[in-house]
Structure formats: structure tokens, C-alpha cells
């Protein structure tokens, strides 16, 4: 049984920064690209982050560039979303996802295999 579990996140001011981790099991993690995606209340989902199977290649969405950083700890099963200088734009549900390339992730989650649950995160003004 394949599960993505997200944890980290909270209610934080805007400036502040937070990272939200998600361990992953039931895979051959080091085969999977892994990303972040948000969905705010009201909005559609939005692809934040995604790194590839390597960790060698990794993209942004242009509202997150310069701001989050996405990694992963092959040795762990893990993926990390460190966010930095958070607005209250930021504010949403993150979700951890696992697909067979960034590409599938970076379009928008399409065709992604497997989602966590997600976990919130509020950013106050």
C-alpha cells in the first residue's frame, strides 16, 4: 500500500519560514519524481514544486521561484518543501505527490499516481 504523508505545517506570520515534509512508503522511492502542489480555499489546485527522481532537475511554479526550495532524502523516503518569506498567498492546503517524471507534475498534476492527504498552512498578514 503506497502512502504519502504530509506533515509541518501551521500558522505562521508572513516573513516567517516553514518547512513541510513528507515521508513516503509502499514505492521504489528513488524511482519517482516527487512534488508539492497547494489549493486554496476557493481555487484551483497549483503545482508549487518538483524535483525528479535524481533530485538533479527541479522546477517552480513562478509564484513560489526564489521563495521554496524542494528536496529529497533518497535514504529516508522523504521530500521536503522549505519555504521561505511566506505571504499570506500562501495560505493552503499542500499536498505531496509522486509521479514518473516532473514533466507530469510541472503540467499541473495530471497523471500524477499517488497523493497524500495534505496538510495546512496558514499565513496571518
Known amino acids: 500500500q503506497v502512502q504519502l504523508v504530509e506533515s509541518g505545517g501551521g500558522l505562521v506570520q508572513a516573513g516567517d519560514s516553514l518547512t513541510l515534509s513528507c515521508v513516503v512508503s509502499?514505492?521504489?522511492?528513488?524511482?519517482?519524481?516527487m512534488g508539492w502542489f497547494r489549493q486554496a480555499p476557493g481555487k484551483e489546485r497549483e503545482f508549487v514544486a518538483a524535483?525528479?527522481?535524481?533530485?538533479?532537475?527541479?522546477n517552480y511554479g513562478d509564484s513560489v521561484k526564489g521563495r521554496f526550495t524542494i528536496s529529497r532524502d533518497i535514504a529516508k523516503n522523504m521530500v521536503y518543501l522549505q519555504m521561505n518569506v511566506l505571504k499570506p498567498e500562501d495560505t493552503a492546503v499542500y499536498y505531496c505527490a509522486a509521479a514518473r517524471g516532473t514533466a507530469t507534475l510541472a503540467r499541473g498534476g495530471v497523471g500524477v499516481d499517488y497523493w497524500g492527504k495534505g496538510t495546512l498552512v496558514t499565513v496571518s498578514s
Open positions: 524535483i525528479s527522481s535524481s533530485g538533479g532537475v527541479r
Open positions: 509502499g514505492l521504489t522511492f528513488s524511482t519517482y519524481a
